[in-house]
């Protein structure tokens, strides 16, 4: 059985006119990262151009075996990018403003939740990768920033997947079912048998989308189940 996390960002820029979007690729892993580093052949010094530093906020921000997720803008001069760092459980963000006027745009997080502080970087023609200073969520799914003109922006928020159980099945000794989840993230199962008292039953940290549980089969009570972030 193969299951699949609704995981997606949308930015939005406030005040647009303009309902395009652009819809990036989902779930691809990232293996090779590049950076136009020109040498010059007098001095031998590595000249990194505009256009290395603005890749740069990649190679900075997105590390080796992230999942692209979904990302959507409704801005056709603003292009974005969404990475979760499943080693790490940190998103990551890599917005383009192309456009010769600054944007606010939300950043959206639908299928998860942002948990933590924001950090990030921003690349201009006058000054590259300079650190965004006084982030601050709006809530658990969405912040806002400024975009200046002509300018590529990198944000990093640690993120929680919430779990989500699917109908058990039962076998003559077992009770089991499939956790769904972010990888790398961990959750506890717990059962009851009034809805009140509440056992934990195990602690389990995703190594899949989705991980098959079983608890022993037992004549008795109805039980009920449910899951949790392990926070």
């Known amino acids: ?9 949308m930015v939005k820029a406030k005040n647009s006119s303009n309902s395009l979007g652009r819809q990036a690729a989902i779930s691809t892993r990232i293996t090779h990262k590049f950076c136009y580093r020109p040498i ?28 692209r997720i979904g990302a959507t803008t409704d801005d056709p001069l603003v292009q974005a990018s969404s990475f979760l760092n499943e080693t790490d459980g940190i998103a990551a963000f890599v917005v383009l403003n192309n456009a010769a006027q600054p944007r606010a745009v939300s950043v959206q997080f639908r299928g998860a939740q942002f948990a933590g502080a924001v950090t990030g970087e921003q690349s201009t023609a006058a000054a590259y990768w300079q650190t965004l200073l006084g982030l601050a969520l709006n809530n658990a799914t969405n912040l806002t920033i400024n975009l200046p003109s002509h300018s590529v922006t990198s944000l990093a928020v640690s993120y929680l997947v919430p779990p ?8 003559p000794t077992e009770l089991r079912f499939a956790l769904i989840g972010g990888i790398g993230q961990s959750y506890i199962v ?3 048998t009034d809805l009140v008292a509440w056992s934990v039953s195990q602690a389990i940290t995703l190594t899949n989308l989705a991980n098959e549980l079983t608890l022993p089969r037992a004549d008795g009570p109805m039980r009920f189940i449910r899951a949790r972030t392990n926070r």
């Open 1 to 9: 059985m193969v299951f699949a996390m609704p995981l997606q960002a």
């Open 40 to 67: 010059n052949n007098d001095t031998g010094e590595v000249v990194i151009s505009a256009f290395g530093r603005a890749i740069g906020h990649y190679a900075r921000w997105v590390k080796p075996g992230a999942r």
């Open 164 to 171: 989500q159980l699917n109908l058990p099945w039962l076998t």
């Open 190 to 192: 717990e059962t009851s």
